[in-house]
């Protein structure tokens, strides 16, 4: 993979496209959650509706939380809105980045593309954080015959600017041939002694 753009072994496998769909289908549903709390008794979840949304790797189908009197109006999808701009490195950057709360609020605030309330914030954001501490402590195989190591330079904002910084990739090749993104680590700088502190 060396010298390899990281981003197209992710296109061709869609290995980002189930946690993709987890965070904004977690993210929904707690917009939702939000919605009927501020609504008038009597309204209620009512099942789902099914939406493809195009993002820059492809197109992901997520189920939209429906209310009874047909009131919510997303904001992270908007009703007749199909794409994410912008989507990939947000994920990837919002994964790379330790999940701070201050960070995942930037990261949300950059892609609803609007200003909301600090409830909602606070909901979609402990939504996300449930989702995010599942993935990091899910278990790892015992052994992955081939792991490859790369870095991507991604743009992120920090403290309202924007700097170019490394997004370190471990991606494991499991016995049976299908891979798993191992673990996502945001650096200034690419190298080796990254690398050495992650086997250490």
């Given amino acids: 993979m060396a010298g390899a753009d990281p981003k197209t072994a992710f296109e061709s496998d869609g290995l980002l496209d189930a946690l993709k769909k987890a965070l904004a289908e977690r993210a929904l549903n707690a ?6 709390a501020g609504e008038e008794a009597g309204n209620t979840r009512n099942g789902y509706g099914r939406k493809t949304v195009t993002t820059e790797t492809g197109r992901i189908e997520l189920a939209i939380p429906r209310d009874r009197q047909a009131t ?3 904001q992270l999808i908007a009703r007749y809105q ?23 609020v930037g990261h949300l605030r950059e892609l609803y593309g609007i200003e ?3 409830d909602l914030i606070s909901a979609v954001t402990d939504a996300v954080l449930e989702e995010v501490a599942a993935w990091q402590a899910r278990p ?3 052994v992955y015959p081939i792991v ?3 870095a991507l330079r991604i743009k992120v904002r920090d403290e ?23 673990g996502l680590w945001l650096e200034q700088n690419e190298g080796a002694k990254f690398w050495l502190r992650v086997m250490n």
């Fill in 31 to 36: 917009e939702m959650d939000h919605h009927l």
């Fill in 116 to 118: 909301v309330s600090p």
């Fill in 160 to 182: 309202g600017v924007v700097r170019n910084k490394a997004v370190h990739i471990a991606l494991g090749v499991r016995a049976d041939g299908s891979k798993e993104i191992l």
């Fill in 72 to 74: 919510f109006d997303p």
């Fill in 140 to 142: 790892l195989e015992p």
């Fill in 82 to 104: 199909r794409r994410f701009p912008g989507f990939d490195d947000k994920i990837v950057s919002m994964y790379a980045r330790g999940m701070s709360t201050r960070e995942i």
């Fill in 148 to 150: 490859f190591f790369d």
